[in-house]
């Protein structure tokens, strides 16, 4: 059957004609070429007692279907205070959507739920904002003033997220630049998604309202590297503090990138600082691909302002729709769309392993709320639908020479709002890259999640007075400051720590730990840093962890066997024992490994013996697999006793 056009050919040709690079053979030239530009906006919970403006209990989570009540809202926009609406909230009321909040009695109450006015902020997490803010060397603000951030997508029952700023304009120490800081902000988290799938939106209050602090630097990242290496020294620099919260969903960033003539698009939520390198350079490119789509319809269109679509629709039956993944007996609606002059643009490249259509296709899921698979296009291959097919397809809308076509299908009600972002998401490839907010996958790609707010949905709290903060309360708030994290890298490399083992470290804040047991046990920082990187970070991974267990627990055994005078080595095997079974003693865990103390002199005289029997059973004059035969003889009585090192130096061949 003949093809109207591969896609796949055009995608690769139009990656290397916009000279895209993967990210592990681009180097900083590359980066300079397509003017790669990024800044943070980093979240990080507060650990405090109660949330940020209720008197529930904040980390107390629940499970998807462990809830004791629904409510369901329908969220509509509002008036800023200079009479106009922000592009957000217009784009969410037009979805439909049912918001659901699933509610546990535990953990939220009759404000979380938009019932009654807020209490007063809670000054725990204000002072750890304080403490954070003259940490990032921010500038206090001298009066809280608690405002109103609109957000229309459900996240938040009341429509708004409250916010207020707490310190401006700082700076954090990279490895080879300083980045400046612009805010530091106080804010409440919002609900957690369950699902979203058609306009039924679910979400769990759990985590509602607890203390978030967003710390937001300027865009001063020039390549993907640095964008992650800003991250974790802010993430590094919140735990030094002890004051915030770890584990997964703590811990959140959105990395706002452009490129050279592209704008700020904010990559929401990323959860995985390893994502940051990746999701970058792919967001970059992808607005350096959209300026090429954008000089290649500038030059087909005389008139932009005037480009339209036109659409008919037709009946399934005249299309082998069911190769599309449209059930049979489909209620849909099935719509076919021209766009005129676009031949090639659906295909273009804009991210590995998607193209300009895929953006179409995520703006029906998103904002019609038609579920995937939602359309398939004339760039397509033909044996999903068939040559003659996309003959009628363009014979019934008029088709002219170079234009392309779409066959899209909805329920009736999403049909009209569908041709709109269709027109919509067209129009603006004229213009370039638009404004919008998108969300990250693992593998580095993104797709659209919705246009990216503007500064119209920011407004006074009426419902809140303004807090003065007091120049002594702040001074003392100075002198209880941890040490910075610049220098505790520094520190790091002078105790000779691996460098590999640098971000478990810091992201545990486990500094003050090797202090205390280099210090006080004389253990050598260096090994309690493998100790923990190495050992237990497997033994984490391979097992779940009891509440009763601690990073202290680890100097509780390195001085156990201080102590006793027994060799580090054996902490690595007694280590997974005492992660498994935190309340056991040490003494026991010995037991268990069937551990026999004995002298170093009782060990190494067994040395000539070993020797003397393995040159009288070798096969191989290797004097190191010699070495290797006489160290397994010995490794089982000599962990523990003496180190491994000192043993393999005395046997000699």
């Given at each position: 059957?003949?093809?109207?056009?591969?896609?796949?050919?055009?995608?690769?040709?139009?990656?290397?004609?916009?000279?895209?690079?993967?990210?592990?053979?681009?180097?900083?030239?590359?980066?300079?070429?397509?003017?790669?530009?990024?800044?943070?906006?980093?979240?990080?919970?507060?650990?405090?007692?109660?949330?940020?403006?209720?008197?529930?209990?904040?980390?107390?989570?629940?499970?998807?279907?462990?809830?004791?009540?629904?409510?369901?809202?329908?969220?509509?926009?509002?008036?800023?205070?200079?009479?106009?609406?922000?592009g957000t909230a217009l784009m969410e009321f037009r979805t439909r959507k049912n918001i659901i909040y699933r509610i546990k009695n535990e953990t939220a109450c009759t404000y979380d739920v938009d019932d009654t006015p807020p209490f007063p902020l809670n000054r725990e997490a204000l002072s750890h904002a304080i403490d954070i803010s003259l940490l990032s060397k921010l500038k206090v603000v001298g009066e809280v003033h608690i405002t109103r951030k609109q957000y229309l997508d459900g996240s938040i029952p009341t429509g708004f997220q409250r916010t207020a700023i707490i310190g401006i304009e700082?700076?954090?120490?990279?490895?080879?630049?300083?980045?400046?800081?612009?805010?530091?902000?106080?804010?409440?988290?919002?609900?957690?998604?369950?699902?979203?799938?058609?306009?039924?939106?679910?979400?769990?209050?759990?985590?509602?309202?607890?203390?978030?602090?967003?710390?937001?630097?300027?865009?001063?990242?020039?390549?993907?590297?640095?964008?992650?290496?800003?991250?974790?020294?802010?993430?590094?620099?919140?735990?030094?503090?002890?004051?915030?919260?770890?584990?997964?969903?703590?811990?959140?960033?959105?990395?706002?990138?452009?490129?050279?003539?592209?704008?700020?698009?904010?990559?929401?939520?990323?959860?995985?600082?390893?994502?940051?390198?990746?999701?970058?350079?792919?967001?970059?490119?992808?607005?350096?691909?959209?300026?090429?789509?954008?000089?290649?319809?500038?030059?087909?269109?005389?008139?932009?302002?005037?480009?339209?679509?036109?659409?008919?629709?037709?009946?399934?039956?005249?299309?082998?729709?069911?190769?599309?993944?449209?059930?049979?007996?489909?209620?849909?609606?099935?719509?076919?769309?021209?766009?005129?002059?676009?031949?090639?643009?659906?295909?273009?490249?804009?991210?590995?392993?998607?193209?300009?259509?895929?953006?179409?296709?995520?703006?029906?899921?998103?904002?019609?709320?038609?579920?995937?698979?939602?359309?398939?296009?004339?760039?397509?291959?033909?044996?999903?639908?068939?040559?003659?097919?996309?003959?009628?397809?363009?014979?019934?809308?008029?088709?002219?020479?170079?234009?392309?076509?779409?066959?899209?299908?909805?329920?009736?009600?999403?049909?009209?709002?569908?041709?709109?972002?269709?027109?919509?998401?067209?129009?603006?490839?004229?213009?370039?890259?638009?404004?919008?907010?998108?969300?990250?996958?693992?593998?580095?790609?993104?797709?659209?999640?919705?246009?990216?707010?503007?500064?119209?949905?920011?407004?006074?709290?009426?419902?809140?007075?303004?807090?003065?903060?007091?120049?002594?309360?702040?001074?003392?708030?100075?002198?209880?400051?941890?040490?910075?994290?610049?220098?505790?890298?520094?520190?790091?490399?002078?105790?000779?720590?691996?460098?590999?083992?640098?971000?478990?470290?810091?992201?545990?804040?486990?500094?003050?730990?090797?202090?205390?047991?280099?210090?006080?046990?004389?253990?050598?920082?260096?090994?309690?840093?493998?100790?923990?990187?190495?050992?237990?970070?497997?033994?984490?991974?391979?097992?779940?962890?009891?509440?009763?267990?601690?990073?202290?627990?680890?100097?509780?055994?390195?001085?156990?066997?201080?102590?006793?005078?027994?060799?580090?080595?054996?902490?690595?095997?007694?280590?997974?024992?005492?992660?498994?079974?935190?309340?056991?003693?040490?003494?026991?865990?010995?037991?268990?490994?069937?551990?026999?103390?004995?002298?170093?002199?009782?060990?190494?005289?067994?040395?000539?013996?070993?020797?003397?029997?393995?040159?009288?059973?070798?096969?191989?004059?290797?004097?190191?697999?010699?070495?290797?035969?006489?160290?397994?003889?010995?490794?089982?009585?000599?962990?523990?006793?003496?180190?491994?090192?000192?043993?393999?130096?005395?046997?000699?061949?």
């Amino acid at each position: 059957m003949k093809q109207l056009f591969d896609p796949r050919r055009n995608h690769a040709e139009t990656e290397q004609k916009i000279g895209y690079i993967p990210r592990k053979k681009a180097t900083q030239a590359d980066y300079d070429r397509i003017g790669f530009m990024s800044g943070l906006e980093v979240h990080q919970q507060l650990k405090t007692k109660e949330k940020l403006f209720c008197h529930c209990p904040a980390g107390i989570f629940q499970k998807p279907d462990d809830f004791d009540a629904e409510l369901i809202r329908h969220m509509r926009p509002t008036l800023s205070e200079l009479g106009e609406y922000d592009g957000t909230a217009l784009m969410e009321f037009r979805t439909r959507k049912n918001i659901i909040y699933r509610i546990k009695n535990e953990t939220a109450c009759t404000y979380d739920v938009d019932d009654t006015p807020p209490f007063p902020l809670n000054r725990e997490a204000l002072s750890h904002a304080i403490d954070i803010s003259l940490l990032s060397k921010l500038k206090v603000v001298g009066e809280v003033h608690i405002t109103r951030k609109q957000y229309l997508d459900g996240s938040i029952p009341t429509g708004f997220q409250r916010t207020a700023i707490i310190g401006i304009e700082g700076e954090i120490q990279l490895k080879n630049k300083k980045v400046r800081l612009i805010q530091l902000s106080l804010e409440e988290d919002s609900c957690r998604e369950v699902s979203d799938i058609g306009h039924v939106r679910i979400y769990r209050t759990d985590r509602l309202g607890m203390p978030l602090i967003e710390t937001v630097t300027y865009p001063e990242f020039k390549n993907p590297d640095e964008v992650k290496e800003g991250a974790d020294y802010i993430r590094f620099l919140n735990r030094s503090t002890g004051k915030v919260r770890s584990g997964i969903g703590s811990t959140r960033a959105d990395v706002n990138v452009s490129c050279k003539g592209g704008t700020r698009v904010e990559i929401k939520g990323v959860a995985h600082t390893g994502w940051m390198p990746e999701l970058t350079h792919n967001e970059c490119f992808r607005q350096w691909a959209l300026l090429a789509v954008k000089d290649l319809l500038v030059k087909r269109v005389a008139n932009p302002g005037d480009w339209k679509i036109t659409s008919k629709e037709v009946k399934a039956k005249d299309f082998k729709l069911e190769n599309l993944g449209v059930p049979k007996n489909s209620m849909s609606k099935v719509y076919i769309v021209n766009l005129p002059q676009f031949q090639g643009i659906l295909s273009h490249f804009t991210q590995p392993g998607k193209m300009f259509a895929d953006d179409l296709s995520d703006r029906l899921k998103v904002i019609a709320c038609i579920e995937k698979p939602n359309m398939v296009h004339s760039e397509m291959f033909e044996d999903a639908v068939g040559e003659k097919a996309w003959g009628k397809v363009r014979s019934l809308l008029g088709s002219k020479e170079g234009d392309a076509q779409i066959i899209f299908w909805g329920p009736d009600d999403d049909i009209k709002t569908a041709l709109e972002s269709i027109e919509e998401r067209c129009k603006m490839a004229f213009l370039g890259v638009p404004n919008e907010t998108r969300k990250s996958f693992d593998d580095g790609t993104t797709i659209f999640e919705r246009v990216l707010p503007g500064a119209d949905r920011m407004y006074p709290d009426t419902d809140s007075a303004p807090i003065p903060l007091d120049d002594a309360a702040i001074n003392e708030a100075r002198q209880r400051l941890p040490v910075l994290v610049s220098e505790r890298l520094d520190q790091l490399l002078q105790w000779n720590v691996p460098q590999e083992t640098f971000t478990y470290v810091l992201k545990n804040n486990l500094v003050p730990l090797l202090e205390k047991a280099q210090s006080e046990l004389n253990v050598p920082a260096r090994f309690t840093a493998s100790l923990l990187a190495y050992t237990l970070k497997s033994i984490q991974g391979h097992y779940p962890q009891l509440p009763d267990f601690s990073y202290e627990k680890v100097y509780d055994l390195l001085r156990f066997l201080t102590e006793r005078n027994l060799d580090l080595g054996i902490a690595r095997k007694m280590l997974l024992h005492q992660y498994q079974h935190p309340k056991m003693d040490f003494d026991s865990i010995l037991v268990t490994l069937n551990f026999r103390q004995l002298s170093r002199e009782d060990i190494l005289g067994k040395i000539p013996f070993l020797v003397k029997k393995y040159r009288e059973i070798r096969t191989s004059h290797d004097e190191t697999a010699g070495l290797r035969w006489v160290m397994g003889n010995l490794n089982r009585m000599a962990t523990g006793n003496v180190s491994l090192r000192e043993l393999s130096g005395e046997i000699k061949f």
